[in-house]
């Protein structure tokens, strides 16, 4: 029976790993290895541009420089035909964006660029908008008056919205399965945490600015918004939401 091979490479933290193997049983026929030549990006770029911290960064020529020396690494080991070979595949750490143009070629070979972080491949482990993250938490923790509240940022599909309240859903379904069955009585207390929208302007320049009497004003504004979604403010709450969206009005006026 006539043989036929799949070669298989993965493309780890450090360095790039292939295999050969024999696709009727399995079997490895070859391994090959190649390291990154800039490893993992964390201090500053080829060009010399210094990287904040909790940067962590790749080189796409890595990637295509260690694709060659490994498939060809494991070519050079094995005794079969070329033409037997039928398949490959690739895998990478999980969370691996490289930004690319039209054409798909990586936006840090554009000389354009090359000296913006931002056009690298971002590892599993960078972690640059943490600050941003605890930041924003801070905020919105303050805004409710409840220190324990789990606050996310995500993207959601309308950008036009900044935030949401969404429920838990394990208490959801607890509530809905007591009225159901008529014991509502054992219902829980709602609980709900905060969705940021990490595609809106209004939560990214929420998040760049430090924080100060308007940020928290902002912040207010914002939680209180996601409340009217869900329910009716109460007497006082509402009073203090006017008050607030006026003071709003005259910052924006001064502008």
């Known amino acids: 029976m006539k043989q036929t091979y799949t070669i298989g490479v993965d493309f780890g933290t450090q360095s790039a790993r292939a295999v050969l193997c024999r696709v009727s049983d399995g079997a490895v026929l070859s391994e090959s290895e190649c390291p990154y030549a800039h490893g993992v990006m964390s201090d500053r770029l080829p060009c010399g541009t210094p990287l904040p911290p909790d940067y962590a960064l790749q080189h796409p020529q890595d990637f295509l420089d260690a694709l ?113 069955y008529g014991h509502s009585e054992f219902t829980m207390p709602a609980k709900y945490s905060v969705v940021l929208n990490s595609r809106s302007r209004t939560i990214e320049k929420l998040a760049a600015r430090e924080k100060d009497e308007r940020s928290v004003l902002l912040a207010r504004q914002l939680y209180d918004l996601a409340e009217l979604s869900r329910q009716p403010l109460e007497a006082e709450q509402m009073t203090e939401f006017i008050r607030r969206s006026m003071e709003i009005v005259d910052i924006a006026a001064q502008m």
Not at 102 to 112: E, I, Q, S
């Open 68 to 180: 060659h020396a490994t498939v060809h690494g494991v070519l050079a080991k094995a005794d079969i035909n070329r033409a037997d070979i039928i398949g490959m595949g690739m895998d990478f750490t999980c969370s691996t964006p490289l930004p690319v143009d039209k054409a798909g070629t990586p936006l840090c070979f554009d000389p354009r660029f090359e000296r913006n972080p931002h056009a690298y491949i971002k590892l599993w482990k960078h972690h640059a908008a943490q600050w941003e993250a605890a930041r924003l938490t801070e905020l919105m923790r303050e805004a409710s008056g409840n220190m324990d509240l789990t606050v996310e940022v995500k993207p959601l599909v309308n950008d036009s919205v900044p935030v949401m309240l969404v429920e838990d859903e394990q208490t959801r379904r607890f509530n809905d399965m007591g009225r159901i």
